[in-house]
T-cell receptor, first 111, second 114 residues
Framework: GQQLNQSPQSMFIQEGEDVSMNCTSSSIFNTWLWYKQDPGEGPVLLIALYKAGELTSNGRLTAQFGITRKDSFLNISASIPSDVGIYFCAGPRGNTDKLIFGTGTRLQVFP | DAGITQSPRHKVTETGTPVTLRCHQTENHRYMYWYRQDPGHGLRLIHYSYGVKDTDKGEVSDGYSVSRSKTEDFLLTLESATSSQTSVYFC?????????????FGQGTRLTVV
């Protein structure tokens, strides 16, 4: 079935650094969603992308919908300690509303 | 939490016993989802519902059943719990489906099968 591959699996960075992560698939997606999960909580939506090539920002976060529709990227600028968490990409499978998730990128930020 | 309540939040049960987890929403959203989260696997879809009495299987549906008798409630049942079903379970809701909009998540239920 469709799989979403996220990289890197984990990142250890210093406060103030920029972060880049990506999500790739062997199949085309028509929607890309980026979520963040804090410990003990459910995932929270960061950015939603609905059009190939779309570039969307939410504060220090910027995400792009890859032009091939098989990938998406999330960048975080000037990281701060509260950016710590697990970041997931997600998208509906095929022409359905079954939302599937990548395996996540775990981000640690050191002061 | 977008008006989503999961119950119970924590449960310990014995192997072979039936378990039902409840997801309740106050948003009147059409779509509801059940996921499980395990280390190294991210979130995997168990079942989802696209309306009252309309459900479909996800990626890891074996050993699970669901029911949706009214818009606001989506129940996940483990007919005979096994240790491999120890996990954190999340419910999510979506208004017009995830092809067109995002899904919002509850806070999760931690289930331990001993």
């Amino acid at each position: 079935g469709q799989q979403l591959n996220q990289s890197p699996q984990s990142m250890f960075i210093q406060e103030g650094e920029d972060v880049s992560m990506n999500c790739t698939s062997s199949s085309i997606f028509n929607t890309w969603l980026w979520y963040k999960q804090d410990p003990g909580e459910g995932p929270v939506l960061l950015i939603a992308l609905y059009k190939a090539g779309e570039l969307t920002s939410n504060g220090r976060l910027t995400a792009q919908f890859g032009i091939t529709r098989k990938d998406s990227f999330l960048n975080i600028s000037a990281s701060i300690p509260s950016d710590v968490g697990i970041y997931f990409c997600a998208g509906p499978r095929g022409n359905t509303d079954k939302l599937i998730f990548g395996t996540g990128t775990r981000l640690q930020v050191f002061p | 939490d977008a008006g989503i309540t999961q119950s119970p939040r924590h449960k310990v049960t014995e192997t072979g016993t039936p378990v039902t987890l409840r997801c309740h929403q106050t948003e009147n959203h059409r779509y509801m989802y059940w996921y499980r989260q395990d280390p190294g696997h991210g979130l995997r879809l168990i079942h989802y519902s696209y309306g009252v009495k309309d459900t479909d299987k996800g990626e890891v549906s074996d050993g699970y059943s669901v029911s949706r008798s009214k818009t606001e409630d989506f129940l996940l049942t483990l007919e005979s719990a096994t240790s491999s079903q120890t996990s954190v379970y999340f419910c999510a809701i979506s208004d017009v489906g995830t092809r067109n909009t995002e899904a919002f998540f509850g806070q999760g239920t931690r289930l331990t099968v001993v």
